[in-house]
């Protein structure tokens, strides 16, 4: 195991950065951090660092505690959103200067330089300063000064926030290139899921300091523990919505409103599920038929290429839902007004049922009816 912190506690006056936050990162592994601004995420790796001083709790690097350790010999490289490059200096001797601060040969120097530079893609900027590259060029000059002093493990700080699109994508795979070639640990932070979910052997999504749920990308989008995780991966985010038992039938459970009807006709076999509910259903688990039993109104219409996105409404409530451009109805999706009425269709299968503390309930069994049906069953009562 290359990092473990073991119950980190930091707080700066009132505000809780972090509280009780563990962690392990075994040698090789590519971890993300993620979460919202404000989250904790950064005060973590800069606890790793050594850049800051935690009130509680260990940080063991390769099984030896570094509290007391100075950041300089701790072994970690750390790339910052803004590379802070040398100036006056060039490209080839930002990336050098560690090495001759160590009093390393300057044949060896050169050989190492020219290594990093051509696995990062920058041999032809060597001799330009800062001043003469792009945004994009600057980072990769990060992760070549970085790469060079071949430490236990990366500590990223949002080296992508700034970037345009284009540049993101880029770096995105040079990044994945980088940890290929090196077969180091990295810790990667970010607030961008996209990130996190196409980089990283495994996520830990942390929100107020607390650590919400960890996992690989794939199990946190198909099995999240809470609302934050819940919503906080995929894009677009997944509808939620608060439901209530019914006065009518308890195995009923219905979106707050002036109707005693779920637009979703959920019914549930467990008479002893809490009096309230958050129903999440993603986007693109609607499934666009003109005999589905679920009933909106368009509002929006957008073409993103493959798919295309709908901002409906359900009753008093908006939803996202995502449909293939392929899709077929009666009339044309392309034909589709604001005001349009739709309807689509929900596996069961497809519900994330949480509590009222916001954690997911395990297999609850749920049926789904056409509201239609499921008026006549209450006022056949």
Known sequence: MAIELKKLNMAYGSTVALKDFDLHVDDGEFVAILGPSGGGKSTALRIIAGLVLQDSGDVIINGEVMNNIHP????????????????????????????RMKGIPKQEIDRKVREVANIVGITSILDRKPKEISGGQAQRVGLARAMIRDPVVYLMDEPLTGLDAKFRDEMREELIKFHRITKKSIIYVTHDQIEAM????????????????????????????????????????????????????????????????????????????????????????????????????????????????????LGDSELIITVSRESR??????????????????????????????????????KVHPPEAIMKKTQGK
């Open 72 to 99: 300089s010999e701790r072994n970690v490289a750390m790339v910052f959103q803004n590379q802070a490059l040398y100036p006056h200096m060039t490209v080839y001797n930002n990336i050098a200067l560690n090495l």
């Open 198 to 313: 196409s980089m990283a052997d495994r996520i830990v999504v942390l929100n107020n300091g607390i650590k919400i749920q960890e996992g690989s990308p794939r199990d946190l989008y198909d099995n999240p523990e809470h609302v934050f995780v819940a919503t906080f991966l995929g894009s677009p985010a997944m509808n939620t919505f608060r439901f209530r038992k019914s006065t009518e039938d308890p195995k009923l459970f219905i979106l707050d409103s002036t109707t005693e009807v779920s637009p979703f006709g959920l019914e549930f076999a467990d008479k002893t599920l809490p009096d309230e509910l958050t129903v999440g259903i993603r986007p693109n688990d609607f499934i666009l038929s003109d005999d589905g039993e679920i009933k909106v109104v368009l509002q929006s219409l957008e073409f993103l290429g493959s798919v295309i996105q709908m901002r409906v409404k």
């Open 329 to 366: 109805t009666k009339t044309d999706i392309y034909d589709l007004k604001p005001e349009s009425p739709l309807r689509f269709s929900v596996s069961s299968e497809r519900f994330y049922i949480f509590g009222p503390d916001d954690r997911r309930l395990k297999n609850p069994i749920i």
